[in-house]
């Protein structure tokens, strides 16, 4: 009689949690189905205006997919390549994509694994140095595309993480300039778990990595009244946003290269804009300053949220529009805010002082000194 009693409550734990391992355990997936989905009306829209190509990351395993977006002018002033931010997918930077074209730069875009019409488990990350790895195969592939073109890079959010990490691995000349938006250098208050769940997590994501234990910010923490319900009816438009819980393998890449980034940044040689709102809820703006920039003299204004760093607002298109142009063009085409720099980096990057631009301050890492630092910080701007 104990046997069958033995074997029934044996069958009893490990029937679920081999379902459990069979379901969110470790594992590549290749997700064909979501490369079916069809495109947001915006990007269908800019696709009718200008030339589009897209493809896959030949040099990489998994299918990774990219896109580019060409300017009408035959010789375009440059490459932007944009990352998107955890969550999202790159076609929902349209807007942005659109400013930069209509300028003469050329667009190139990436899905992260896990994310859009990549190969993985929607909205996992398996680890994150892959991720690092296709933004480089993605940059070697478009200079070979575009030679003799300046290539910039933007990151939003964890997109802006993943720039930093591959800024530190970058070959030199791989990337002209870069644009960091609202990266997860620090996390805001609230964001990271208690010490034991996180010590439970770290356990649990070696089996069930792809479980969605997690829940997210939401949008009321990520952005304000202002904008919380515009942008959550975008989101729920986007068969391709991804709206589940945080899943424990993704948690944990993004906690793990936040605290590396934070230990390594002053190793990095590449001219790089800053752009941070002072109120933002999720990518604490406390890292940005304290941490990438804790040795300048950082002016501040009171500035927006999240979501309005992401490119949800068109505002932010505007001010990465203005960043990217100062890195590439002799004069700007739009004045939006407020930019310090130092007076010894502008020939390097190409840039020339307009009488009516605001002082410029020197910003120097002590930790790196021949490093110059570009510092935008976003906010109450006339636009």
Known sequence: MALPLFVAAAAAVLVPAAGLLHLFGPGHEDASERT??????????????????????????????????????????????CLHGIYAHSGGLTLLYENLLNRGYVVGALDFRGFGRSAGRFGYIDVFSNYVDDVLAFLEATRVQFPGQKVFVIGISMGGLVLLHTLLRARYGLIDGAVLHAPPVLLADGVRPPAIVETVCRVLVKVL????????????????????????????LDDLFYKGRLRLGTAFNMLQATLDIQTQYHKIDTPFVLIHGDNDRVCAYAGSKSGLLKSANLREWGGPDHAKMLGMHPSSAKTELWVVTKFSLAKHEAEVGHIQ???????????????????????????????????????????
């Open 36 to 81: 079916l989905v069809a495109p947001l009306a915006d990007e269908v829209a800019l696709q009718a205006k200008f030339k589009h190509e897209t493809g896959r990351l030949q040099s990489q395993p998994v299918r990774v997919y990219t896109q580019y977006y060409f300017p009408k002018q035959a010789t375009p002033k440059g490459v932007v390549i």
């Open 209 to 236: 990595p792809k479980l969605p234990a997690i829940p997210t910010h939401g949008a009321t923490r990520a952005n304000s009244n202002e904008v919380a319900s515009a942008v959550e009816a975008s989101k729920q």
């Open 341 to 383: 720099c130092s007076k010894d980096v502008l020939p390097y990057l190409n840039v020339e002082l307009e009488e009516d631009e605001p002082e410029l301050t020197v910003q120097r890492a002590t930790e790196a000194p021949h490093i110059f630092h570009l510092v935008f910080v976003f906010g109450r701007c006339k636009l």
